[in-house]
């Protein structure tokens, strides 16, 4: 019986191929004459990458002629006409996602000349587009991106210095987008990936190696990196708890699994490693990952995500509501709405979420209280016009879109929910400040625009605060369905198992994700062999390949974990 150990913050999946560190042993292969390609997003360092290969080949006494791709960018003006929406032209914070090519950014691509003497080497986003003999990929986690916008330091894709400071509406709405769908076609070209996390020393895989640890994690189960980031709102249960960003602020929301920004470790735990997106696993094997069903209706996309709302020790999340499904698609280009789940890992006594509408809920009132917190900064009574229920600790709510809903002080959420995650409709939002000092953005007329009038009354309790069904059971252990609607795609079930206990599965041609909600753990065993130790509040997406899987309860006292499917 394997140790129970504590939550693992940084999993790493061991891997065959091996895992270079550096230019110098990077560059071993290129030769005077050719034309490397170095694509990637804008985020990357680029003078830092570029000098490294530079300087690695001049080691070897090899000069490097260089092209930068973002000297290549059509004018600003250009770009901005191409990714606006009339539908959403004057929004501050809302764009729909975007559909055009990386290649409608530019005018004119360069057309490198290979010379006898020289290495030429074009880089930066589109650097793919041209012709090239080799193909590298930089890639930097999209945190880093967010992170230098949100700092005021970054710019947006084709932005030139001088226009302003780049926003979060282009990054989110367009250039993730547009640099997603670029990358998703290289990952089976690719002669070199290069984890640009520390530009002066990178990890890199070369392409044979980065797909066959791909292939590899298509038929086993795997986890993705977690990470924390800081709100207004705020808890420290995860710091607490998990040991998780103990030097931050707070560890408001935590992101398990998030298919557009998460990303896998690979390499050895001690040793180097890279981490590569969980969407370039899911566009290179598609029907291993989600199954041939799930793959036909949702095409690449991951439509799953698990993820933390810490307001231990915070405050009172906004209350908000999510798009409804035809305004979604009209409005914001998503094929499907941001459906969500509440599951409470902590919440007890006192302790409250609040969710639909009160069944005398006037809401014409309701959206003159909420238009003057925004423009008067009068607080709103939000309990006249929403209800409130109380936060039982393994308690599951379903919050379809136009549902209004938030998490109170001192909860904490696991959110399973669609993937969607950029959509949170805020009808209010305490008259809270950021960090700096600003109010955050409340969006009142999406929020009413979506806002269910059908989610209320004793309705909400009834559809939406469910009590546990017994699905199939065995010794020692029982699966139940806790959380399932006509409108949502997914569902939520519960397994309980006494100590050791062991209890049988099978994907049966669809992936499920799960995530240990009490106890110390549990083993998870394939039928091809592979055993996966899951902690404490860590999340395992197990691939529709996987087929047959066995569960075994670790530790000496009973074990709950939450497991969501596509139905």
Known sequence: ?????????????????????????????????????????????????????????????ITAKQIDMREHSAPWQDILALTASAVLEDDPDFAPLSRAGLADFFTQLPEPQAAGDTVTVVFGPGAALVSYDLLWYADLPKRYAEARITGGRGYNLGQPAGTGAGTTRRLFYIDWPVLDRHRDTLVTDVDLWLDAQEPETPAWLDGPALREALADLAGRPFRTRPTFNTTSWGGHWAQEQLGFNR??????????????????????????????P???????????????????????????????????????????????????RRVFGWPYTQHETYYMMLGGPGREVFLGLRQDADLAAFRREADRAVHDDVPLGIERYVQTFPADPHQLFLIPGGTPHGSGEGNVVLEISATPYLYSLR???????????????????HAF?????????????????QKPRTLRSGDGWRE????????????????????DTVADDDTDHRFHVINVVEGD???????????????????????????????????????????????
């Open 521 to 567: 753990g549990i083993l998870l065993e394939t039928s091809g062999g592979h055993r996966c130790l899951l902690a404490y509040a860590e999340t395992l997406t197990v691939p529709a390949s996987v087929g047959a899987y066995r569960v075994r309860a670790l530790g000496a006292g009973p074990v709950r974990y939450v497991k969501a499917l596509v139905r």
């Open 247 to 276: 030097e931050a602020a707070n560890t408001a929301l935590g992101y398990e699994l998030i298919a557009p920004e998460s990303g896998i470790l690979v390499g050895t735990p001690d040793g180097p490693r890279v981490e590569v």
């Open 427 to 445: 009808f209010y939002d305490w008259l809270r400040k950021d960090g700096e000092g600003k109010r955050r953005p409340v969006h009142v007329g």
């Open 449 to 465: 625009e979506n806002l269910d009038p059908d989610r209320s009354g004793e309705a909400v309790a009834r559809e939406l605060v």
């Open 1 to 61: 019986m394997p140790a129970v150990r504590d939550y693992e913050a940084e999993p790493c999946h061991s891997i065959t191929g091996e895992v270079g560190v550096g230019y110098r042993e990077a560059v071993a292969r290129l030769t005077p004459g050719l034309v490397l390609a170095v694509d990637g997003p804008l985020a990357v360092d680029w003078e830092a990458v570029t000098a490294g290969i530079r300087d690695a080949l001049a080691a070897r006494d």
């Open 278 to 328: 969980l969407q370039a696993l899911v566009a290179l094997h598609p029907e291993e990952i989600l199954g041939e069903g799930v793959h036909a209706t949702f095409g690449t996309s991951f439509p799953i995500r698990f993820d933390y709302l810490d307001t231990a020790g915070g405050g009172n999340l906004s209350v908000h509501c999510h798009p409804q499904s035809d305004y979604m």
């Open 480 to 499: 139940d369905v806790i959380g399932r609607l006509p409108e949502m795609f997914f569902e939520v079930r519960r397994l309980e198992l006494a100590p």
